[in-house]
């Protein structure tokens, strides 16, 4: 469920809304591990309630090589799933 948060805010900075609708998957989820993406330093975000935007931090986009691996790894290699 994180790699496919975290490859839709890589395609496009995404609210918590847009992230469900995207996924396909319930906003509470969506919420829970949103909060645990932050917490791990791979999310930042810009904005108040819901207007919060989700984006890739510095973190993840400096580390982006070993994502990818990641991805591959879980068989969701490239933008497709």
Do not use: C, W
């Not at 509470?28 to 819901?50: C, F, M, P």
């Not at 919060?52 to 497709?80: C, P, Q, W």
Request: without cysteine; proline residues 1%; charged residues 25%.
């Amino acid at each position: 469920m994180r790699l496919k948060i975290m490859k839709s805010i890589l395609d496009n900075p995404k609210n918590a809304n847009q992230l469900s609708s995207d996924t396909k998957v319930n906003y509470r989820t969506i919420e829970h591990h949103i909060k645990i993406l932050l917490a791990n330093n791979l999310l930042s975000v810009q904005g108040e309630g819901y207007g919060r935007v989700y984006f890739a931090s510095h973190l993840l986009t400096k580390n982006f090589y070993i994502f990818e691996e990641i991805l591959d790894k879980a068989g969701m290699t490239g933008r497709e799933e």
